[in-house]
């Protein structure tokens, strides 16, 4: 059923298992954290359910954790983002099996780590990189999926051909450096799900509703798009520090054609604000990142949240 729903902190403790998941891939993988990313992957994970064997676009993946977590778990992950990830770092590629939609979209990992080199990457990113190439050690423990059987699976040539086996899947990630208005190279309806993680909203009000058709478009009838943005109670609004706009409940259900009828949390914003504010969990765990610098969702690590994730969930009739 589609609906519209402002998270509430209470999904941290409703999903306790899965959160603490998450972390530990975050952890081993090197990543941090958006100030409200748990909640979202909370949300997002949960009406997801069983991922095995589906094939599912990250829609602004970057190099975050979900993608991971979902191949770690038997997806096939079309990793979307308009940044170039050619050079992706090799403690990705070890993480589970990576390959590129086009032979652009990915380079072989000595050719990214002389890139590296090139760019003059820190010298931590340089031989830690080397490190872990020459070694072909883990630096921590990796996903059960990842047996070494399932390492020498060749990957079928296509993310919509599924390969031959037992009936166990192996999960892994497609890298495709796309803009998501423009999906030139994914058929149409041919997708499980889609998920998009606070990275619609970087498209203005007008531009949403574009993005939206696209995604829906390689949706296969009955898939899922499940999207976390960010909510604004009376108008559109523009986050500067973070480059991202807000939306209200009104823009939402225009940009995402839903039903009048479609339910939504709306009414509960400043309820679900104020306790949001006072999330203990969320404002002691804050990343690093964010005491660097102003131009981010929380400018200098001074928890005071502007705003709240709403989640989006449509299905392809």
Known sequence: MDKIEILAVDLLDQHRPLVEELKATARQLQLEFGWHYLLDLAWILSHLGEVSGKVILDAGAGTGVLQWFLAAHGAVVLSVDRSNRADLPWRFRRWTRVKGLRQTDLNPPLYALVNAWRRNDSLRTRLGSIKQMMSGCWKSTPPASLSKPARRNALPPSPFIQAEGNGRHHGSVWIYNQDLAHLTDIPDNS?????????LEHNPPDQLPVVVSELMRVLKPGGLLLATLGAAQESDWFHQPSQGW???????????????????????????????RECAELRDNLASFYFRSGDN?????????????????????
Request: negative net charge; hydrophobic residues 40%; charged residues 20%.
């Open 191 to 199: 997708l499980d799900a889609v998920a998009a993680l606070s990275a």
């Open 246 to 276: 807000c939306y209200t409940e009104t823009t939402l259900r225009r940009a995402f054609d839903l039903a009048p009828e479609t339910p939504s949390n709306y009414n509960r914003y400043a309820e679900l604000m104020e306790r949001l």
């Open 297 to 317: 969702g929380m400018p200098w690590g001074v928890w005071e949240p502007q705003y709240q994730s709403v989640g989006v969930l449509k299905v392809k009739v």
